[in-house]
């Protein structure tokens, strides 16, 4: 009986774990789906674009109004509290390109969001601290906080408050040099057949950035942006400087003093293309290698903290009461 009850709970669990697995990436793969179907849509459908770009501004004008008078609010604000050292804000302006934010009220807004959050930090706690604390009732007694306490949080409020957009600007730059790491071999890739096709770097560029669209829309955008830049009238390495400095990544710089350098001597554009893409695609096998070789050291802790003191339970445990219940009484 007791053989036949432990198969059906392995084989009640098993059953769970399959579906939950099943109903997981159906939903995974199902987003995809929609994601790339919404991509498409995007990319083809101008007519629908058009309509909705034409069609009842009066109710779109409704829909943001709200939220047309905070961003006025927060650029108002951001205008107030912008750094006057040149130098800092100039830092904070590549920062947000490089997020992917290259409108100039961009660093205004982010400001303005940065006193919003410092003085909300300070609005919860004051909240906190009167109106909660005026709810309780006068016969319990609570300790005061002195007035150095309340300066500390204060002061912990305004810095953590000020401090978090910075925080959040810095993973969606590592977030987007990722996606940029991730499709950048394949543009290479694309680069090389046009050129081997007969068409020249500016041409290749724009047909790249025409192609990587639904793949990789990041990179897409960049490469439009340099073809943008070269049709103004821009200097070839000024571009790509341009590109490189929007990117911020070691593999781009080099690709583009490659470029220069192809450029400047009048090498084989093709050639210097495909061993950078073979040689960034060796260093994502070198990064994926070294993730997987810290693996061991950081499961070390979980192994410790969770793993371990339940295994010495269940080895130990039958044992000590065991031990527990023939010993201690013969012992007294």
């Given at each position: ?15 769970i ?55 006025t ?38 400001y303005g ?26 016969d ?46 394949d ?27 639904l ?16 049709r ?15 990117i ?6 080099s ?66 009461i ?11």
């Amino acid at each position: 009986m007791g053989n036949t009850a432990l198969i059906i709970s392995v084989l009640v669990f098993a059953g769970i774990t399959m579906i939950s697995c099943g109903l997981y990436y159906y939903v995974i793969l199902r987003n995809k789906r929609v994601a790339l179907v919404d991509k498409i849509k995007h990319a083809t459908d101008v007519s629908d674009l058009e309509e909705a770009k034409s069609g009842h501004p009066d109710k779109h004008n409704q829909d943001g109004s709200a939220g047309k008078h905070i961003s006025t609010l927060l650029l108002q604000l951001g205008n107030i509290i912008k750094p006057k050292n040149e130098e800092e804000a100039s830092q904070t302006r590549r920062d947000l390109v490089r997020a992917g934010y290259r409108k100039g009220s961009s660093i205004f807004l982010f400001y303005g969001v940065k006193f919003f959050i410092a003085s909300l930090m300070i609005i919860v706690y004051v909240f906190y601290k009167v109106m909660i604390l005026a709810l309780i009732p006068d016969d319990i007694e609570i300790q005061g906080i002195s007035n150095f306490s309340v300066l500390l949080y204060t002061v912990v409020g305004l810095l953590s408050g000020f401090y978090l957009p910075n925080l959040w600007l810095r993973f969606k730059i590592k977030d987007r040099q990722s996606k940029i790491l991730e499709g950048f071999p394949d543009a290479l890739d694309l680069m090389i057949v046009c050129v081997e096709a007969g068409m020249g770097l500016d041409a290749a560029i724009a047909r790249t950035a025409k192609e990587m669209e639904l793949s990789n829309k990041i990179i897409s955008d960049e490469f439009k942006m340099v073809s943008l830049e070269l049709r103004a009238g821009k200097l070839r390495r000024d571009a790509l400087k341009n590109l490189a400095a929007r990117i911020g990544l070691e593999d781009v710089n080099s690709l583009i003093s490659l470029l220069i350098q192809t450029d400047k001597f009048g090498t084989s554009v093709a050639q210097a293309l495909r061993v950078h893409s073979d040689a960034m695609r060796e260093k994502r096998f070198q990064r994926a290698e070294e993730l997987a070789a810290k693996l061991p050291v950081k499961l070390v802790f979980p192994l410790i903290v969770f793993i371990f003191p339940s295994i010495f339970v269940v080895l130990l445990g039958p044992a000590m009461i065991r031990i527990s219940t023939t010993i201690f009484p013969i012992l007294g």
